[in-house]
């Protein structure tokens, strides 16, 4: 009884395992194709980018998004201040809310919490688009018709969340920093806010607003990839749609969460 069991699981996790492979293996072919595509488009005269498909998807990814992330990231800012003020108050180092709140927010807080929010607000969006068209067989007619529709649909999706991740991390670290200002000017008091801007300045380095660029970017051609695959592998009709939203969101935050631990682990090894 004992064996059947232990082979049981073992069954279980291989089939995880090969089903994981599987994954990673079709989002990486995807992720090549859109790539290949998107470079044939920059240099080749035959093949163009669809820059109004482009312009629609950063609209609906980034600037409809825009007001949420403000709202989020400035409350994490206050969430920021008010959680540190009392553990520095028994040091007498209220002041250095201001660098630490610099530090964690152009760093990682920026753009993990952006990229979080996006995966729930655009990533869903892009998958439920995309598995209603091959549901309504439209990707079949677009394949008939000799149309890619990894040029056609991926591409624009993947860049636009790509790029307006770029976009708004900046804007996301500002509100933080703004988020921790508001609240330490109206709760904490003048030992916090007197020297805030001057002593977040004196602390952050180029490195920290690259270093989180550089995530943010990351994070955006996840969510694209990611919303992009789950959509164009819909099955099971209006059930299958739902699915695909659902883990869209799920696998987007796991794969924003291994990424930026990724990043931490290979920043501190560099002293980045």
């Known amino acids: 009884m004992a064996d059947e069991t232990n082979l049981k699981l073992v069954e279980r996790i291989g089939a995880r395992t090969i ?14 194709s859109t790539v290949g595509w998107t470079f044939r488009g920059l240099v080749s005269p035959k093949v163009r980018l669809d820059h109004r498909s482009l312009a629609t998807q950063m609209v609906r990814v980034g600037v409809r998004s825009l007001g949420i992330v403000c709202l989020v990231q400035g409350f994490i800012g206050v969430i920021l201040a ?6 520095l108050k028994q040091f007498e180092q209220q002041s250095q809310i201001a660098s630490i709140i610099g530090v964690a927010g152009f760093r990682m807080l920026g753009p993990i919490f952006t990229a979080v929010i996006l995966s729930g607000f655009a990533g869903a969006s892009i998958a439920a688009e995309l598995g209603t068209m091959v549901v309504s067989e439209e990707i079949e007619a677009m394949d008939a018709m000799a149309l890619n529709p990894v040029r056609f649909l991926v591409v624009p999706r993947v860049l636009a969340t790509l790029t307006m991740m770029l976009l708004l991390t900046p804007i996301a670290d500002m509100m ?97």
């Open 19 to 32: 089903g994981a492979a599987r994954y990673v293996g079709g989002a990486s072919l995807l992720l090549a």
């Open 82 to 87: 008010l959680q540190m003020e009392p553990p």
């Open 176 to 272: 933080i920093a703004l988020g921790g200002y508001g609240i330490s000017r109206g709760v904490l008091g003048p030992s916090v806010y007197n020297e805030y801007w001057k002593l977040m300045q004196n602390m952050l380095t180029y490195p920290d607003f690259f270093t989180g660029l550089t995530q943010g970017g990351v994070f955006g051609l996840l969510i694209g990839l990611i919303a992009c695959y789950e959509g164009l592998n819909v099955r099971g009709g209006a059930e299958g749609v739902g699915r695909a939203t659902t883990m869209t969101v799920v696998y987007s935050i796991v794969a924003i969460v291994l990424a930026a631990c990724t990043f931490t682990v290979l920043f501190y090894v560099f002293e980045l």
